[in-house]
Each structure stands twice: as structure tokens, then as C-alpha cells.
């Protein structure tokens, strides 16, 4: 079982759910440094949008908010609370699976290739979770299942596998399991990458409602017209630094380092 050293506390917000604060962040792979002392606070109800090239961290650092990946210095908090560990004598001590998996419920993540269960049906898909976690009974997840489905605009697919859904049908659904069990944030790792092209609007219309829902969102993108026009704030990474941040209209109309601006002229 793996430790860190806890860091000073910090004023916590009491503005709501969904805080996220990031500080110190560093994670290596054999050697080679992919995240390098990233810090990042995310106001409850913000949507952030991460953007830079491949390799330069976004995935990781989504995979470290909720701890499918560990970390090795610094620390991830949800709402003042550790989701992968537990501070004990100034020391954080990596908590049990079991542990992990419940606190874990508080962030919602949506992958690129959807991760759906191919031997469950949508609504089968998105009740799993609230009937194995207890936090329902299978005809209040069912209940709450159909809300979700009608909310994605699959109110009529509920008994479809997902092999007899298209990737945007089977990402919206991949959105209503991730809301199933009301996390205060939600993490989408390029959610659209996988798509059609003529697929990408359907999914980006559902995320841009729950843009205006007041959820917490951390976007991983690809999408700059998307990100323009509904992030809060934009972080620009590149090998494993944030480069820079800011509004959207500060970071892509009006970006500051050398690195962005030769980054967005390449993809704009």
C-alpha cells in the first residue's frame, strides 16, 4: 500500500458540490515525467476544457481526478475529500479497492471508445451500477435509468444492445450511466474522438446541456469551436506542464506562449 506526504491544508469552497483542486501533481512512467507539478482548481458548476497534442497529458491527469491512475506527489481532492487515499498523521495511505470504488461515485467519467457492456441492453447498462453499488433498488434505477435515457434523446433504445446502436447513440448512453449515480463532476476523455464526423453533434448537444445543468465538467477535446463556446476555462498542456490557461477567449483568440499559438494555428 502506497503513501504520500499530505500537503498544508487549504480553505475549502462552500459554494457547492463538484469542487476540484489539484495541487503538486507529478506521475512518471518508467522514468519519464508525464505530469510535472500540475495544480488546477475547478469552481463547482465550471466547465474546463483541456486541450493540447497527444502525449501531453490530458488523459492522464482526467485518469488521476479519479484515480484510475496514482499518482506520485502531490494531491486530487473532490469536494475536500481524497477519492484513492485517506490522510492519516499528515501521511495520505492508499485506501482499499473497495474504498476507492465508493468514493469514486462522486466522479462520473465518459470514455472515447463508449465501454459499454456488450451483454447488457442500454437501460441494463446504466442500472448496473446504482443496483451493485446499493444505492438503489432496481425498480428506482430502472425509473431513474428511463429519466436519464429520455434526458440523452434515447428514450426508445432502452432494450437495444450496443451492437445494435450507432457510437453516437452508444455514447450518449455511456453519458446517462455516468449520470446515474449524480456525481458532483464528470470527466470526458475526447468523447467524441471515436466518432463519424456526422455523429460528433448529437453527443457534443447532449454534453453542452449538462454545460447548463451546473455539473462540474473536465472535457478532454479535440472540439475548438466546442470548447470555445462552452468552457469556462481552458488549459493548454504540453509534456506534462500547463502551458497555459485562462478564458476561452484569452487562450484561443488571444494566447500569450509560443507553444499555444503554434499549436492552435496547426488545428484551427
Known sequence: MSTLTAQPPVARSLAGSGLVEIRGVHKSYSGLEVLHNISLTVEPGQVVALLGPS???????????????????????????????????GVLHELPEKKVLERRTQVGMVFQNFNLFPHLTALENIIEAPIALKRMNKAAATERALTLLARVGLADRADHYPRQLSGGQQQRVAIARALALDPGVLLFDEPTSALDPELVGEVLDVIRGLAQSGTTLIIVTHEMGFAAEVADQVVFLDRGRIVEQ??????????????????????L
Not at 494566447?255 to 492552435?264: N, S, V
Open 55 to 89: 502525449g501531453s497529458g490530458k488523459s492522464t491527469l482526467l485518469r488521476a481526478i479519479n484515480h484510475l491512475e496514482t499518482i506520485d506527489a502531490g494531491e486530487i481532492t473532490i469536494d475536500g475529500e481524497f477519492i484513492g487515499y485517506e490522510q492519516r498523521g
Open 246 to 267: 485562462g478564458s476561452p477567449s484569452q487562450v484561443l483568440r488571444n494566447p500569450q506562449h509560443a507553444r499555444t499559438r503554434d499549436f492552435l494555428n496547426k488545428v
